[in-house]
Structure formats: C-alpha cells, structure tokens
C-alpha cells in the first residue's frame, strides 16, 4: 500500500502568489490532518477533518489559508496569497481511529516562498 | 493548556551506550503520550505509545505522572537508531485529537 501520498514534494514559489498541496489519505481512513512544520520545530495542527468536516480549525489562519475535503477522501490545502514566513513542510497524516489512534503520515509538501 | 518540552536539540552517543531521550509535558488531565520518529529520507511513523507499554525496536518509554514525564530509553544504542524523535502529546478520551509536538531530539548514534 503507499499509505499517505501527498503533491507536490517541493514548491517554490514568490511572495503574494498562490499555492496548492493535495494529499491523498490511506484507503478507509475517515480521519484526515494537515500539519505545518516549521524549520526545527515539530509539527503543528492545522486543521483534522472527519470525513468531510472540518471539526478542528482552530489553528488554520484563515485570512489566507483554506481547506476543502469534499468528498471526505482527498483533500487540499490552499495559501492565498502566501507569504515569507509561510516557507515551511505542511505535513498531511490520516487515520482509521480505533483505540491506537496512530497518525500515519505523509512525506510532506516543502514550501519555499521567495 | 498543553505543552511538550524536548530540552535536548541534539543527542549524540556512541554505538552501544545507553541512550535516554528526555520529554517532559504539561497538561492538567490524563494525557496520551507517544514517540514518533523520522529516519532519514523516511516519513514520520509511530515508534510506541505509553497505553501499549511494549518495547519496539528495544526502546521504552514509561510515563511518569509524578514528575510529568515520558523518557525514551533504549540500553544499547545502535547506528540504525539515529534519528530526529518527537514526542507528542493527546488529550486523554480523544483518540483522533490533535497532537501536541515536542520541537524533536536529533539522536546520532556514532560506530
């Protein structure tokens, strides 16, 4: 199985233009995350989805961030427009729930905003 | 509010020594506490949780609510083992609740 698969790996992009990352959660997996990782910190929610809602926002800065998971399977996250200090790795993860709970996640979008 | 602190940015230590990677946590409720890893070229992954109480890859981790902690110890390291670790923290009675991150532990482990 692939598990997590996210697009695209790298981005560079300038200051004020837009950007998009997808992520393509494990099969069967209802529970869907996007994190951001900034350089030397650990990761940091910005939004969970169950299914097609988002139940958990709180942290998505939403000025310029959106999210959409329409069909509760495949999800994108959207800058809009970005900025310097949005140069991160935005981390998606999903999980089946149960009573481990485990996050599997993905290898990562890498956003370099110049 | 909740908190992770990894004090130590970097570990290092040679090929067989013991190895204690240090996590402490704040948190006024029953906290789920876990280890996840990211090997080189690798995704993050869970390495263990303290409701399981296992040893994976000869490490454990036991939580101490007295003094709010949950180390990571393995008794004889091995170069296979050098890695970045986080520890992270779930509110207890959520289990898809987010997860609180330490800021990691660059473990390297010298032959």
């Known amino acids: 199985e692939a598990g997590v698969v996210q697009s695209p790996r790298y981005k560079i992009i300038e200051k004020k233009q837009p950007v998009a990352f997808w992520c393509n959660p494990i099969?069967?997996?209802?529970?869907l995350y996007w994190y951001l990782q900034n350089l030397g910190q650990g990761p940091e929610l910005l939004i969970r989805?169950?299914?097609?809602?988002?139940?958990?926002d709180s942290q998505l800065p939403k000025d310029r961030f959106s999210a959409e998971r329409l069909k509760g399977v495949d999800s994108t996250l959207k800058i809009q427009p970005a900025e310097l200090g949005d140069s991160a790795v935005y981390l998606c993860?999903?999980?089946?729930?149960?009573?481990?709970?485990?996050?599997?996640f993905g290898e990562g979008s890498r956003l370099t905003v110049l | 509010a909740q908190r992770v602190t990894q004090p130590e940015k970097l570990l290092s230590v040679f090929k067989g020594a013991p190895v204690e990677l240090k996590c402490n946590y704040s948190?006024?409720?029953?906290?789920?506490l876990f280890w996840y890893v990211q090997y080189s070229r690798q995704r993050l992954q869970l390495l263990l949780r303290h409701i399981s109480r296992e040893s994976i890859k000869g490490f454990t981790a036991d939580l101490n609510k007295g003094e709010t902690s949950f180390h990571l110890k393995k008794p004889f390291a091995q170069e296979e083992d050098s890695a970045m670790y986080y520890c992270a923290l779930r509110r207890g009675g959520s289990t898809l609740g987010r997860l609180y991150f330490g800021r990691g532990t660059q473990l390297t482990v010298w032959p």
């Open positions: 989805y169950e299914n097609e809602e988002a139940v958990d």
């Open positions: 993860a999903s999980s089946s729930g149960g009573s481990s709970g485990e996050l599997f």
């Open positions: 948190y006024s409720g029953s906290p789920e």
């Open positions: 099969s069967g997996h209802n529970t």
